[in-house]
């Protein structure tokens, strides 16, 4: 097996199931009990902004609560090792939360914002933001009120990092999807592409997702156990992974 240079992995909500983070698509997730259009879109925000504040607020206090569980940080290990013998490891996370930061992950590409983080919509200032949002919170870079909002991509909104995506992703020599059920778009196409240019391309998720035929490899089973074997059975066959 040929020592791995430049490793694309793509992480979905998956892998934060174990730390206590909802998924969206699984029996009994986000998108079963609330509906997107109402809470995850622009025009929701336009139309009812406290509503939006309200669930993102709930879910911006459990990443809060939340740590990152075995596969987190056994992607940090990965990173590490790869980059100790010079070859680079590109993580595009679909998951707005900080786990992978705080697993030790060095470059996170968050694809899809990151809700530990604030926008304003009448200054365009970013800053990192842990408590709940209301309405009536002012910026604090220039003071106006009803203008913030969660710096998140939104159903309907342009993801974050596309150029930078795209040009990892043909450079890479492997391909992993980890804990993404391969629905949602650019992400889901991720492996398409890695196919089309003769990338080998693993899935490591509970089950098989919507895109599972086009995996050369695949391991099943909870990301927190399926994980890190993989990386260590990596890390085996290559020396330092
Ligand atoms: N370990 C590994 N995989 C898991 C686990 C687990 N413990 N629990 C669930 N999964 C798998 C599910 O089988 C499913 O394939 O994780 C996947 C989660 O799929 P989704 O809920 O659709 O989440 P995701 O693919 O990240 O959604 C993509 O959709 O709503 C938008 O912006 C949101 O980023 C999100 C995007």
């Not at 970013?126 to 220039?142: E, F, G, I, K, R």
């Not at 909104?157 to 150029?163: G, R, Y």
């Not at 035929?213 to 909870?222: I, K, L, V």
């Not at 156990?225 to 290559?238: A, D, L, T």
Request: net charge negative; hydrophobic share 40%; with cysteine.
């Amino acid at each position: 097996m040929t020592a791995l240079q430049r490793v694309f992995v793509l992480t979905g909500a998956g892998i934060s199931a174990e730390s206590g983070l909802g998924t969206f698509r699984d029996r009994g997730g986000i998108w079963s009990r609330f509906d997107p259009m109402q809470l995850a879109t622009p025009e929701a925000f336009a139309r009812d902004p406290e509503l939006v504040h309200e669930f993102y607020n709930l879910r911006r206090s459990g990443v809060v609560a939340a740590s990152p569980n075995a596969a987190h940080t056994a992607l940090a290990r990965l990173e590490n090792g790869l980059h100790e013998r010079g070859a680079t490891l590109f993580l595009c996370t679909q998951n707005v939360d900080d786990l992978h930061e705080r697993a030790g992950s060095r470059a996170v590409t968050h694809m899809h914002g990151e809700i530990l983080k604030a926008r304003c919509l009448a200054c365009d200032a970013v800053m990192p933001w842990q408590d709940d949002l209301l309405v009536a919170t002012p910026c604090p870079a220039c003071g106006e009120t009803g203008s913030m909002r969660p710096d998140i991509v939104w159903f309907g909104e342009m993801p974050k990092h596309l150029d930078a995506i795209d040009a990892a992703l043909r450079a890479a020599d492997l391909f992993v999807a980890i804990g993404t059920s391969g629905a949602v778009y650019p992400a889901a196409g991720y492996v398409a592409l890695a196919r089309a240019l003769g990338i080998p391309t693993c899935e490591l998720n509970l089950e098989p997702s919507d895109n599972t035929t086009h995996f050369d490899e695949a391991h099943y089973g909870p990301a927190s156990v399926v994980v890190p074997q993989w990386v260590e059975g990596r890390s085996r066959n290559q020396g330092a992974s």
